[in-house]
């Protein structure tokens, strides 16, 4: 009789300690405390403003973006793995789970949403050009038929142009934005095009600062979303982040920081589920 007490007394003290130590583990690996656990976001590397590797780490307002929702999620800083995501590469990076969310200038459209779904949007952007300072040939978008245009290959600015903006234009596809720059300000391209909060930022850089200027066109509205693997629970999850985001003012902080110095006058917080066409 007295061995069983002292079995059962046993089993309640190792009981005990596995719960001790199933806990220890948890907070390890989960919020703020550090451990193992990561999670993997996509973003851009060569946009200024928006997401760029530079020598002191990653920047931008879609680097805060992803930075304040992986919080939410439960991640510090130090467990995020950012990771290149190319115009090109992004559903096939949430198809093969090599990302967990990509944020990272991504228009939502319905060819995209038959492939991954989107929380969002978290951003109201305008597809606009960007030219050379002394330029005066291109002032409207029809001036754009008679223009070498630079955009990036898999973006939806390259088929806006292509589609419906201006079908006379020569477009010159390129690999990355940054990539444009050099034929642009040696004249091999007349206008690059894309979204103004990207433009924004490489016409504020310091070794290109007066040498170009945006057109001013609104050609079109580019919702900014963030793309998750389709059927994921996360989208929800992010959502919510993205609405303590805004109601908390984080949003704004981050949007002055990273393309309020261009001179860069942004849309109100969209709504979520909110896709203006």
Same mark, same amino acid.
């Not at 606009?128 to 005066?136: I, P, T, W």
């Not at 580019?222 to 996360?234: A, P, R």
């Given at each position: 009789?007295?061995?069983?007490?002292v079995t059962a007394a046993s089993a309640t003290v190792l009981a005990l300690a596995l719960s001790v130590t199933a806990c220890g583990s948890d907070d390890k690996d989960g919020g703020s405390s550090g451990g193992d656990k990561k999670i993997t976001i996509g973003i851009k590397f060569d946009q200024p403003g928006l997401g760029q590797k530079t020598p002191n780490g990653y920047a931008g307002?879609?680097?805060?973006?992803?930075?304040?929702?992986?919080?939410?999620?439960?991640?510090?800083?130090?467990?995020?793995?950012?990771?290149?995501?190319?115009?090109?590469?992004? /559903?096939?990076?949430?198809?093969?789970?090599?990302?967990?969310?990509?944020?990272?200038?991504?228009?939502?459209? %319905?060819?995209?949403? /038959?492939?991954?779904?989107?929380?969002?949007?978290?951003?109201?952007?305008?597809? +606009?050009?960007?030219?050379?300072?002394? /330029?005066?040939?291109?002032?409207?978008?029809? +001036?754009?038929?008679?223009?070498?245009?630079?955009?990036?290959?898999?973006?939806?600015?390259?088929?806006?142009?292509?589609?419906?903006?201006?079908?006379?234009?020569? @477009?010159? %596809?390129?690999?990355?934005?940054?990539?444009?720059?050099?034929?642009?300000?040696?004249?091999?391209?007349?206008?690059?095009?894309? +979204?103004?909060?990207?433009?924004?930022?490489?016409?504020?850089?310091?070794?290109?600062?007066?040498?170009?200027? @945006?057109?001013?066109?609104?050609?079109?509205? /580019?919702?900014?979303?963030?793309?998750?693997?389709?059927?994921?629970?996360?989208?929800?999850?992010?959502?919510?982040?993205?609405?303590?985001?805004?109601?908390?003012?984080?949003?704004?902080?981050?949007?002055?920081?990273?393309?309020?110095?261009?001179?860069?006058?942004?849309?109100?917080?969209?709504?979520?589920?909110?896709?203006?066409?």
């Amino acid at each position: 009789m007295k061995l069983l007490k002292v079995t059962a007394a046993s089993a309640t003290v190792l009981a005990l300690a596995l719960s001790v130590t199933a806990c220890g583990s948890d907070d390890k690996d989960g919020g703020s405390s550090g451990g193992d656990k990561k999670i993997t976001i996509g973003i851009k590397f060569d946009q200024p403003g928006l997401g760029q590797k530079t020598p002191n780490g990653y920047a931008g307002f879609d680097v805060d973006v992803a930075t304040y929702v992986a919080g939410k999620l439960g991640y510090s800083k130090g467990q995020i793995e950012w990771r290149e995501s190319k115009s090109a590469d992004r /559903e096939t990076m949430l198809q093969r789970g090599d990302v967990d969310f990509i944020t990272a200038t991504y228009s939502i459209t %319905p060819e995209r949403q /038959e492939k991954v779904d989107f929380a969002g949007p978290y951003l109201l952007a305008h597809q +606009d050009v960007l030219v050379r300072a002394d /330029e005066d040939g291109i002032k409207s978008p029809e +001036d754009l038929n008679s223009a070498k245009l630079c955009s990036v290959t898999g973006s939806t600015s390259a088929q806006n142009v292509k589609d419906k903006l201006a079908p006379k234009a020569q @477009l010159q %596809p390129y690999p990355t934005y940054s990539a444009c720059l050099p034929g642009l300000q040696n004249g091999a391209v007349d206008a690059l095009t894309t +979204d103004d909060s990207i433009l924004a930022g490489y016409a504020s850089q310091a070794q290109f600062k007066g040498r170009f200027k @945006l057109g001013g066109f609104k050609l079109t509205n /580019e919702n900014y979303g963030i793309g998750v693997k389709k059927g994921s629970d996360l989208k929800d999850r992010i959502n919510k982040a993205l609405e303590e985001m805004v109601s908390d003012g984080s949003w704004q902080k981050a949007v002055d920081a990273n393309l309020g110095p261009a001179g860069y006058k942004n849309e109100p917080a969209p709504k979520i589920g909110e896709i203006k066409s």
